[in-house]
């Protein structure tokens, strides 16, 4: 047999796999935006006994199981859109590009953002054309329609707010860029809960537009629930290349209970938001830091010295991310996912510090 990198695809070769952060538990993990609260012991054991009564003998149906209903009821998503279940919004978004990877298809994303854009069209062999935005992290909307009429990008992804830097990109620009998009638009809004406007009441509406959710960053990350809410055109082919039983029992179950408690993670969502406020403006005032506006939960900081600044933390037990090397528009920054009022003292009084 030939060795196994001989062969592997070329492009898959040399990519380097996803780390996933080993973290000890005792650490105060603000790295990955995940909701620093679980369910009170009360709803953990109503939450089991559901469980319990799984079908996890029998194949899932999602469509079937009743949670799109609860969904749409939930985030009021309009009646016009389909909403297509992904293990994660992650799957979904290689699913988009896997369905769109036509030879000579171009996918086009402002850049820094969301790493796994770029990743699945590489994956999936699609070139990437990546769109700097403002040094403020806003996008450049010229930039943007330039690249669109140079490239005729199939797919289009804007993170809204973007990952990993918080900041919201205006109604009107997302919308110019929809209407000039010759492809398929997918918002996507894993930090929607966190942030003022939505396009899913759009969803639906136009072929193109995908309105992309997760409760990942409300609460559930362990569950890998994400959805995408389009029309039914674009639905009805993405059904084509869906593993049939991608979801699992156990997932939607969960999901189902989370949805009929969302009054607890409406709360949560309220706490930090309020925490958001409170944790920037003690940022900002620490000598030589920049604090971005930030519409998700979390905050991304310019510091003078991003890697000790990043080390400290860790050497105090608290690890966020660090984002200085990543991308030139990155230099001198770190990710803080904004954590319980508890959590985010701890950050502040480790950095008093070193500031
Ligand atoms: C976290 C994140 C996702 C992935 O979420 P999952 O549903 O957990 O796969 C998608 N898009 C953006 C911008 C994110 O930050």
Redesign the pocket.
């Known amino acids: 047999m030939d060795a196994i990198q001989n062969l592997v695809r070329e492009n898959i070769r040399n990519m380097a796999a996803y780390a996933v952060a080993d973290v000890p538990a005792s650490f105060v993990k603000l790295d990955?935006?995940e909701l620093p609260y679980r369910f009170p012991e009360d709803l953990r054991r109503e939450l089991a006994a559901e469980l319990a009564e799984a079908q996890i003998n029998r194949y899932p149906n999602p469509a079937a199981c009743g949670l799109q209903p609860l969904l749409r009821a939930t985030f009021d998503i309009p009646e016009a859109a389909r909403i297509v279940l992904?293990n994660?919004?992650?799957?979904l978004?290689q699913l988009l590009t896997m369905l769109l990877a036509k030879p000579g298809a171009k996918m086009l994303a402002p850049e820094p953002?969301?790493v796994?854009y770029r990743h699945n069209a590489a994956l999936f062999g699609m070139e990437y054309v990546g769109v700097p935005l403002n040094p403020d992290f806003t996008l450049n909307l010229d930039a943007m329609l330039a690249a669109i009429e140079t490239h005729r990008p199939a797919l289009v992804f804007l993170?809204c707010p973007?990952?990993p830097t918080g900041v919201p990109f205006s109604r009107e620009d997302v919308q110019a860029v929809i209407d000039a998009a010759p492809g398929v638009v997918v918002v996507?809004e894993?930090?929607g809960a966190f942030s003022g406007g939505s396009f899913l009441p759009q969803a639906g509406g136009a072929e193109k537009l995908v309105v992309?959710r997760?409760?990942?960053?409300i609460g559930f990350?362990g569950l890998?629930?994400?959805y995408a809410c389009c029309h039914s055109a674009l639905a009805a082919e993405l059904a084509k290349i869906v593993p049939p039983y991608n979801m699992n029992q156990l997932s939607l179950a969960a999901a189902k209970f989370a949805l009929r408690h969302y009054g607890w993670v409406a709360e949560k969502i309220d706490i930090l938001k309020h925490e958001r406020a409170r944790l920037a403006q003690e940022l900002a005032a620490l000598p030589g830091v920049r604090v971005f506006p930030s519409e998700a939960n979390f905050l991304t900081a310019r510091v003078p010295d991003a890697a000790s600044v990043f080390d400290t933390l860790k050497a105090n037990g608290i690890l966020i991310k660090k984002l200085h090397g990543a991308h030139p528009l990155l230099e001198g920054c770190l990710r803080f996912t904004v954590g319980t009022p508890e959590q985010n003292r701890q950050v502040l009084a480790v950095l008093k510090t070193v500031f």
């Open positions: 990955a935006m992904g994660g919004s992650d799957e978004i953002g969301f796994m993170a973007n990952n996507d894993a930090y992309l997760t409760l990942s960053k990350a890998r629930l994400g």
